[in-house]
């Protein structure tokens, strides 16, 4: 996905401002990476240079207030239908920032209150409507250790949180090159990124910058939040690298959601050895999940395409994760060939599996 950030705005208060500009302007510094949507009656309406982004990627009609030096560029759109115009918007690699009225306009005294309720980004993205039922969502986080162990060796820390369906993974990667291959891998919308280090060169997402804490504080604060005592039953204490990012990802989804990220119940450790490493070239030019061209031209399905007969859309993920992913280990290979011989051969159970099957929801999804 191409970085594409809402750029910086003159915020400066003037005394030509009005109230509600003054009130505008305020809050728009505390999200100036995000095109604000401010909640006014009926409508979201976006001023400056957020205006002028929304009315070119929308097509929506650039309006304004004022004249001459004075004048405001504005645009906006009826609330009621805003959800398909901010699912463009994130699609393209914007952050949106909802800013609603928090009051009555009938109860309040002068100005109607209003504050940021949410900000919606690709990483973060809960609607079904903006997410394929078989593509997970990822926002990852990178944290760089250079005194992770005796021998100095640099380490890698990698978090990934899909929102939608509450998947929280880590790995701990030794080189820049392993680090490469699993955002190649998993191919997340958006990293968090420190803001002390560059590692923007590697991350084709869509960036956010983070300020990172040390393992001690990270590894207390994701225990207060899982409401534990250690993190030895996550299996992840012997990775302590880890602990920043994925504490950074708990961190800035309670900052844009505004309320704690009650669907992550649990991190699990993933290690590379476990599986088969492919770059994102090796990937597409395999055709693994899409075809190099469009299947409505008549050209072969992608691997994925073709194997794709689950009827969950849990199993669809699966089974795009264990294509993208595919495992190393002869023991997991047999053990999986083994559970599909066993359903190959009881052909009674396994339609009747198919059956019961086809009346599941999507259940992580909708748990989140």
């Not at 302007?25 to 009656?41: N, S, T, V």
């Not at 609607?127 to 997970?136: I, P």
């Amino acid at each position: 996905m191409q970085t594409t950030t809402s750029p910086k705005t003159s915020l400066e208060v003037t005394s030509q401002d009005t109230p509600m500009m003054r009130q505008y302007k305020l809050i728009k510094k505390d999200h100036e990476d995000a095109i604000l949507l401010f909640r006014l009656g009926d409508f979201y309406e976006m001023f400056l240079d957020d205006a002028v982004i929304a009315s070119r990627e929308l097509s929506l009609t650039l309006t304004g207030r004022g004249k001459n030096e004075n004048r405001i560029t504005m645009c906006g759109m009826p609330f009621h239908s805003a959800e398909s115009y901010i699912e463009k918007l994130v699609k393209k690699g914007y952050k949106v920032a909802i800013c609603e009225q928090t009051e009555a306009a009938d109860a309040s005294e002068g100005l109607t209150k209003r504050e940021v309720v949410r900000v919606i980004t690709p990483g973060t993205v809960l609607s079904n409507g903006s997410l394929d039922a078989s593509d997970t969502n990822y926002l990852a986080s990178i944290y760089i250790d250079d005194y992770s162990s005796k021998s100095s060796k640099t380490r890698f820390g990698l978090a990934c949180v899909d929102s939608s369906t509450g998947r929280f993974i880590v790995y701990a990667c030794d080189s820049m090159d392993e680090l490469s291959h699993c955002l190649d891998q998993l191919e997340p919308k958006e990293v968090l990124v420190p803001d002390d280090q560059t590692v923007s060169l590697m991350v084709p997402a869509l960036q956010t910058r983070y300020t990172p804490i040390s393992s001690d504080h990270a590894s207390s604060r994701l225990c207060d939040f899982f409401d534990i005592k250690t993190l030895d039953g996550f299996g992840i204490s012997s990775v302590p690298c880890t602990f920043p990012a994925a504490w950074s990802i708990v961190d800035y989804l309670k900052q844009t959601q505004k309320t704690l990220p009650k669907q992550l119940c649990s991190i699990y450790l993933l290690k590379n050895s476990q599986y088969l490493q492919m770059d994102y070239a090796t990937i597409r030019n395999l055709e693994l999940l899409n075809p190099l061209q469009d299947e409505s031209f008549g050209q072969a399905p992608s691997l994925f395409g073709l194997l794709n007969h689950t009827k969950t859309a849990m199993g669809a993920r699966l089974l795009k994760e264990r294509i993208r992913s595919p495992f190393a280990s002869l023991s997991d290979i047999q053990r999986q060939q083994d559970a599909l011989q066993t359903l190959f051969d009881d052909v009674l159970s396994r339609e009747e599996l198919r059956d019961s099957l086809k009346q599941v929801y999507d259940i992580e999804r909708i748990c989140s």
